[in-house]
């Protein structure tokens, strides 16, 4: 299948899953990563490819890139350090809690802490 096919088949589904989502009032985003599991590994119409790939982790970047623009520094400031400590907890003790309960139930090291930062 053509390059700009695939892009093409995964933008529609993308935008559309997203508006239906909404529709539905669930985030955009769950609806458009529904969309792709659905032209992927569901219904195989979108086959993995290099291409494709070094696209999805452009978009990636782009996104990320995106979010850290949209970031109000005024409103950062003025929450401050409680907002700080909230945020880190809630990475940190699921972090520590997976890692220990994966280890708890005999997964290796490297594996429980992939399912701690999942």
Do not use: H, Q
Request: hydrophobic content about 55%; aromatic content about 12%.
């Amino acid at each position: 299948m053509d390059i700009l096919l695939k892009i093409a088949i995964v933008l529609l589904t993308a935008k559309l899953c997203g508006y239906l989502a909404t529709k539905v009032k669930l985030p955009e985003a769950f609806g458009a990563l529904l969309g792709g599991i659905l032209i992927g590994p569901i219904f195989g119409i979108a086959s993995f490819s290099e291409d494709l790939k070094l696209l999805g982790d452009l978009g990636v970047i782009f996104l990320l890139f995106l979010a850290g623009l949209e970031t109000n520094l005024e409103e950062l400031k003025r929450v401050g350090i409680p907002s700080f400590v909230i945020a880190l907890t809630g990475v940190i003790v699921p972090l520590f809690l997976g890692y220990w309960i994966s280890i708890l139930y005999g997964y290796s090291k490297m594996t429980a802490l992939f399912l701690g930062g999942t």
